[in-house]
């Protein structure tokens, strides 16, 4: 015999009735009024901004989807986003400065499924592997400038399981550059503990010629909290004629309901003159949710290790701020 008993909603989402864990202040200060400040003053700025531009973001991609589709009614999983934010990198002898960062995606689904367009500010084939792999460790002056890209992107499957896409389009520049890609990926789940990814990517740049890119990954759980990730990828540049490899070695742990804690290992090589490591490097991102599910602080320190510089010890630490105007993105 069980007897089961109905809870107002108020009651179970009453300060008191949560646990200390969901808080980030003490059980006396639930009621406490809040201080002027210039802290609160910034905050509830940027709680505006977010309210007023992230309606306006996803009003602008169901129009879009409206446009391209012609229909009057807009699918779901609109991906697309307006990403700020504010980065500040410290190096040896360098003190930190703070530099704005921006990046977007227009992902619109239309009315025919297979279809989307998709216009985003970087394109990952303009990027070397390295600095893909270290992105986050910089700051938007020390990123490369890929320019706008827009393409047409077809969906497709191959069996039951290979998701295929193919995009035709250009990068948005007098004169506009025109490029083609192909995309494969699978996932596989081994085990009760092991899961399997991969990848194979083929693309073509009018000026840069073409190039291929196969990623191998997978992840397990620790326990307690820990999960392992591992990845191998390698990429072919057919115009300068050599592989780029990177091995990456990783750890996730999250905190709280607040914050993430993310270890890397990774190793850089390249075949050209010879096969040979080009830099190592260890990071450690703390990624802590300021507010609700899109104002973000990051705290990143970090080695490298590079051949340039006769594998001598390049210490860095970015602090950054982000936010994300869209209500569908994955900010892992």
């Known amino acids: 015999m069980f007897t089961v008993r109905d809870s107002a909603i108020l009651d179970v989402l009453a300060p008191e009735s949560l646990p200390y864990s969901f808080y980030t202040f003490e059980p006396d200060e639930y009621w406490a009024e809040p201080e002027d400040s210039w802290w609160m003053s910034l905050s509830n700025w940027v709680i505006r901004q977010e309210r007023i531009h992230g309606t306006t973001v996803q009003n602008f991609g169901a129009w ?28 040896y002898s360098d003190p930190a400065q703070f530099k704005p960062e921006l990046r977007f995606r227009l992902d619109v689904p239309t009315t025919q499924q297979k279809l989307r367009l998709v216009i985003e500010s970087e394109s990952d084939e303009l990027i070397s592997l390295g600095e893909r792999e270290r992105d986050r460790q910089l700051t938007e002056p020390n990123r490369t400038d890929t320019e706008t890209t827009g393409a047409l992107r077809f969906l497709a499957q191959v069996g039951d399981a290979i998701n ?54 997978a992840d397990r759980s620790l326990g307690n909290g820990w999960h392992f990730y591992t990845s191998s990828e390698l990429e072919w540049l057919h115009q300068d004629r050599k592989f780029e490899a990177a091995q990456i070695f990783s750890t996730r742990k999250r905190l709280s309901h607040r914050s993430v804690l993310t270890p890397r290992l990774g190793a850089l090589g ?8 080009t830099s190592y490097f260890a990071d450690l991102t703390w ?18 290790f590079p051949r340039e510089e006769g594998f001598k010890d390049q210490a860095s630490v970015v602090f950054r701020i982000e936010m994300y105007f869209s209500g569908m993105i994955d900010r892992h």
């Open 64 to 91: 879009a989807d409206r446009t391209l589709s012609r229909s009057s009614h807009s699918l779901p999983n609109n991906e697309s986003y307006l990403r700020i934010g504010f980065a500040a990198e410290s190096e």
């Open 164 to 217: 295929l896409s193919t995009d035709v389009g250009g990068r948005l520049r007098l004169p506009p550059e025109m490029f083609w890609r192909t995309t494969a990926s699978k996932g596989w789940q081994l085990d009760d503990a092991w899961a399997l990814n991969v990848q194979q990517r083929v693309y073509y740049y009018h000026t840069r010629g073409w190039g291929a890119r196969s990623w191998f990954g």
């Open 287 to 304: 990624r802590y949710r300021l507010y609700e599910d899109w104002l973000f602080a990051e705290l990143i320190p970090a080695l490298e």
């Open 270 to 277: 390249e075949s050209q003159p010879s096969w040979r490591t």
